[in-house]
């Protein structure tokens, strides 16, 4: 691939999608809680982070082609809002709603309190609906309302930190030289992590729960910020190292992040005797025995890393161009994402009465439910895509054709 050439056209490199698609069903796996299948937290945060950046270089990149294409900011502005705004509703109103429906379902049931929808929508609804639901656990620190009360909403943080981007991006890309963008992304680079240092501890000053602790640091968008800004790197500067170098880099990083994992359970077993998979799969994880401090940078890095692998070759990470994972990456991610509650409570309620009820083993009780929960997940994203994204897909050509020549 020639150099540059992934900045100044649109070209579809289908490792992309496959990355989705792969990185989906880890997510999927570490939210179903389980004993036995289960990742360790810390490739979870890896794949969420991979999803940002990726979502920031692809908007920043089509946002930079569109600005030579359009003759006014106002078109610029809409044909950029248009296309999220039928991509990311739908979906996520229509789960909203689902979800409203379910909490009046279940108000007078012994489900109201497990599911804790009436709760969430009282005091956060107006979060959910404002895409800044990723500011719910640092409010409750200051209000002292339960900051983990419902099942249902736990995974919208990152579209409402995503969105935020989307509300300042256009603005950058239009306004900004390209010189001074990138000088802005490389500041934004060097300026998050410090931020997050001073984050935590400011919040260990405040409060004692490190669960409470790591869901702030790792939502927030004052402290997750910078993700978004590797993905402008990667679509404002070409670096011309060699493949050899690239990919030691890659793989050094990689053994990096892959280490830090058993290292670090290792070490907070030894200190408190807690269990070591309780202590890796742990959301806290990340934050804890300093992990805070590098763990963001390293996985951002290791990101960035790999989608230069996949600039200069095509040919590298073959496995990612299998056709199910690039369908699942390039059709239903999102919707997976947004509807995975929808059948990883039932998953969940079920593997309790199994398993602490009746006493079945729970690895047999664990691998059933994933299989059913996913497959259905799945079942059900590829239903919508064809019916309800589908048609305000085609309705976003529609209402973009009015924009064509300008």
């Avoid at 004052?222 to 590797?230: E, K, V």
């Avoid at 590098?294 to 990101?303: A, F, M, S, T």
């Amino acid at each position: 691939m020639a150099s540059n050439d992934y900045r100044l056209k649109n070209i579809y490199l289908p490792q992309f999608d496959g990355v989705r698609g792969l990185f989906c069903f880890s997510i999927l796996i570490i939210h179903h809680h389980f004993s036995y299948i289960n990742l360790p937290s810390n490739i979870g945060y890896f794949t969420m982070h991979t999803f940002f950046i990726m979502s920031s270089f692809l908007i920043t990149r089509t946002l930079m082609i569109d600005k030579g294409r359009s003759d006014s900011f106002k078109t610029f502005f809409f044909k950029f809002y248009i296309k999220r705004t039928l991509r990311i509703f739908p979906v996520y109103f229509a789960y909203l709603f689902f979800t409203i429906i379910i909490g009046l379902i279940t108000a007078r049931t012994l489900y109201k309190p497990i599911l804790g929808i009436n709760y969430e929508l009282k005091y956060f609804g107006w979060m959910l609906l404002t895409f800044t639901y990723n500011f719910k656990d640092l409010i409750c620190l200051f209000t002292h309302q339960v900051y983990n009360k419902s099942l249902a909403f736990p995974h919208l943080w990152s579209l409402s930190l995503e969105e935020q981007f989307y509300i300042i991006v256009p603005f950058m890309i239009y306004f900004l030289k390209e010189k001074t963008l990138r000088r802005l992304t490389i500041a934004m680079i060097i300026l998050f992590p410090i931020i997050r240092i001073i984050g935590y501890q400011w919040l260990c000053t405040m409060t004692d729960d490190n669960m409470h602790r790591s869901f702030i640091l790792y939502r927030c968008t004052i402290f997750q910020y910078d993700a978004f800004f590797y993905g402008t790197f990667l679509a404002l500067f070409d670096i011309r190292w060699s493949n050899q170098t690239m990919n030691r880099i890659f793989y050094g990083l990689l053994a990096l992040f892959i280490l830090t994992v058993p290292i670090n359970g290792w070490i907070i077993h030894q200190q408190t005797g807690e269990n070591f998979m309780h202590i890796i799969t742990s959301y806290e994880f990340m934050t804890r025995n300093g992990q805070y401090i590098y763990i963001d940078v390293l996985v951002n890095l290791l990101c960035v890393c790999f989608f230069y692998i996949c600039f200069k070759d095509e040919n590298r990470f073959s496995f990612l161009k299998n056709k199910f994972i690039v369908d699942v990456g390039s059709r239903i991610t999102y919707s997976s994402y947004v509807y995975q509650f929808i059948f990883i409570i039932p998953a969940i309620l079920c593997y309790q009465y199994l398993t602490n009820i009746l006493h079945i083993p729970k690895l047999p009780v664990e691998l059933v439910l994933v299989i059913v929960s996913i497959s259905s997940l799945l079942l059900l994203s590829h239903f919508s895509y064809n019916t309800l994204e589908s048609y305000f897909l085609n309705k976003k050509d529609k209402y973009l054709a009015k924009f064509k020549g300008r």
